[in-house]
């Protein structure tokens, strides 16, 4: 398995409260991802980084910042939590020469509960 | 959206060759078809893939028709551990892998 490690793997909030969920790899991957996984919905993405303080938004971003400082540490921060971003968070990382041409490898999820 | 069609569920005795269908009619020529499948909650798991001619690995093969409309994940000898949602991926213009709902495969003993 990749070595990717994603923390905490459980988390309860409340509205309101800013919340920092954090992907760790080992395998020194260029690309990095955040999806949310919801009932009914599969896998979306929320942000990439493609290098060091270098992200772009995906298809879900609104109301979720990322940074990336090391290339082994991808953070997604949840500025005001509210309860529609209840889900469950993957990290995935990928080594493709450029986007989308490689295969990407899943962290084992955050589920985050903000009430 | 999803690029890919597949069959809701699917069941499989354990032992036999789980064939799972997935078409993807509107696929472009430098589109690779992904598989990965997820086991209960965990983090979605590579499988294979492939661009035009079949692919083989440890897990699985991977059939892709000559028109590239259509493919067939298979597992050779299907055991309860394999008893998960496949998913049939093509990639979107970010690098991001687009999940559909994939085939709930149950293997039975």
């Known amino acids: 398995d990749a070595g990717i490690t994603q923390s905490p793997r459980h988390k309860v909030t409340e509205t309101g409260t800013p919340v920092t969920l954090r992907c760790h790899q080992t395998e020194n991957h260029r690309y990095m991802y955040w999806y949310r996984q919801d009932p009914g919905h599969g896998l979306r993405l929320i942000h990439y980084s493609y290098g060091v303080k270098d992200t772009d938004k995906g298809e879900v971003s609104d109301g979720y910042s990322v940074s990336r400082s090391k290339t082994e540490d991808f953070l997604l921060t949840l500025e005001s939590a509210t309860s529609s971003q209840t889900s469950v968070y993957f990290c995935?990382?990928?080594?493709?020469?450029?986007?989308?041409?490689?295969?990407?490898?899943f962290g084992p999820g955050t589920r985050l509960t903000v009430l | 959206d999803a690029k890919t069609t597949q069959p809701p569920s699917m069941d499989c005795a354990e032992g036999r060759a789980a064939n799972l269908p997935c078409n993807h009619s509107t696929i472009s020529g430098n589109e690779y078809v992904y598989w990965y499948r997820q086991i209960h909650s965990q983090g979605p798991q590579y499988i294979i893939h492939?661009?035009?001619n079949n692919e083989t690995n440890e897990m699985a093969s991977l059939i892709i028709t000559e028109d590239r409309k259509s493919s067939t994940l298979i597992l050779p000898h299907a055991t309860l551990r394999d008893t998960a949602v496949y998913y049939c991926i093509v990639m979107g213009s970010q690098g991001n892998l687009i999940f559909g709902k994939g085939t709930k495969l149950s293997v039975k003993p």
């Open positions: 492939g661009l035009k």
């Open positions: 995935a990382i990928s080594d493709a020469a450029e986007l989308g041409t490689d295969t990407q490898y």
